[in-house]
């Protein structure tokens, strides 16, 4: 598609250059793949025709996206003119629908990156893994640890996400060691994933007689949840090995090689899980981080210029960092990245982190 001389002159943003050329190259291999199918130029090879058609089939898809956009800016075009000439009264409905396109535009071309390049926007991705730990600080870093559960759950619930606990280890006092869960929703990871990093506490705990303020920390993990048909993982590409699961677990899981190890040789990332009871829970558990932790470097490399953008504006953030600081005497949550700080503690821990969440959305 060429970007019109109608659209050039409203200003409207075409197609971009690398989407565009994709775009372009797709319908070459469409007309290509079309009359070998046609013609019977794979003749009886089965094999070969899945694969044509199979392929087919998926730049099919990227044409039929590339149309929709297509179609799209050209609405927006018309709008934007209609918007000039127009009376007051239409106008006004002409803005109205000028923002539904553009809204329409964003989503078309982060589905139409997806398809055409490969990319993977954050909005795209449906479901994350959170992984809640305790750290720095004993009891009272796990009962911290509990509390920021339960704020992702309320969360979530207000949102209407489904949550689904895939381990828990919890102490003697209703604290948290660690806790997964799995959460599947609409923008569940969009809105959750700047919440990884470590976490700090200001508080007075129970059992403190003096009054002192403690200070402890738990850190949180947001992985995107990639299926195998987001991510393939291919066989050549790793070494498995199971070995016997080491600490608490009962006679079989220490006697019994349960635990499941993954080496990717292209990336080096390596995932070994031993929580679960058998060797085949493990196996599926280290399968679906792996596949996560790919589907991230996935999104981060997608997001690259962005991040190099953000980190001149806030400079760099690692996960080992302490993003966030909950001071209960002072009723306040600061978040170092942005520097921004909110009140009504309480309220916070019970899920309503709206505000918070959609700040991290813009400034990050």
């Known amino acids: 598609m060429q970007c019109t001389q109608a659209l050039k002159h409203f200003g409207t943003r075409c197609m971009r250059k690398d989407l565009k050329d994709a775009v372009d190259k797709a319908r070459l291999q469409m007309a290509v793949l079309s009359h070998a199918l046609e013609s019977g130029e794979y003749g009886t090879d089965t094999s070969k025709l899945q694969e044509a058609s199979k392929q087919y089939g998926d730049l099919a898809k990227t044409h039929e996206a590339a149309l929709k956009l297509e179609k799209s800016e050209k609405e927006l075009a018309e709008s934007e003119s209609l918007v000039r000439t127009a009376e007051s009264d239409m106008r006004e409905l002409a803005e109205d629908e000028i923002r539904r396109i553009k809204k329409a535009i964003t989503i078309e071309t982060e589905e139409l990156d ?32 509990q509390d920021l ?31 997964v869960m799995d959460i599947n929703g609409k923008d569940a990871y969009r809105l959750l994933r700047h919440e990884s990093g470590v976490h700090r506490v200001q508080r007075i705990p129970e ?15 947001v992985l995107p949840k990639a299926e195998a048909v987001d991510i393939e993982v291919r066989p050549e590409d790793i070494e498995t090995e199971t070995y016997r699961s080491g600490g ?3 006679q079989n899981v220490n006697k019994v090689e349960t635990a499941f190890r993954i080496h990717h040789k292209p990336t080096g990332l390596i995932v070994a ?17 792996l596949r996560a932790k790919l589907l991230e470097a996935k999104i981060n490399e997608t997001e690259e210029a962005q991040k190099a953008a953000r980190r001149e504006q806030i400079g760099g953030q690692e996960r080992a960092e302490k993003i966030r600081t909950y001071n209960f005497p002072q009723d306040r ?21 709206e505000d918070m969440v959609e700040t991290l959305q813009k400034k990050l």
């Open 248 to 250: 608490p677990g009962g």
């Open 149 to 179: 559960w339960r704020m992702y759950t309320r969360f979530a619930e207000q949102k209407g996400w489904n949550v689904r606990t895939v381990s828990k280890s919890a102490t003697d006092l209703e604290g948290i060691k660690e806790i």
């Open 333 to 353: 949550v600061t978040d170092h990245r942005v520097k921004e700080s909110w009140h009504n503690l309480p309220g916070m821990m019970e899920g309503n982190i």
């Open 273 to 289: 899980m031993q929580e679960e009871r058998s060797q085949a829970a493990n196996r599926e558990r280290a399968f679906e981080v």
């Open 114 to 145: 997806r398809l055409a390049l490969g990319k993977i926007s954050p909005s795209t991705v449906r479901s994350l893994i959170m992984e809640v730990r305790a750290g720095v600080g004993g009891q009272e870093a796990a009962l911290f640890a």
């Open 207 to 221: 059992t403190e007689k003096s009054g002192r303020i403690h200070t402890s920390t738990a850190s949180v993990a």
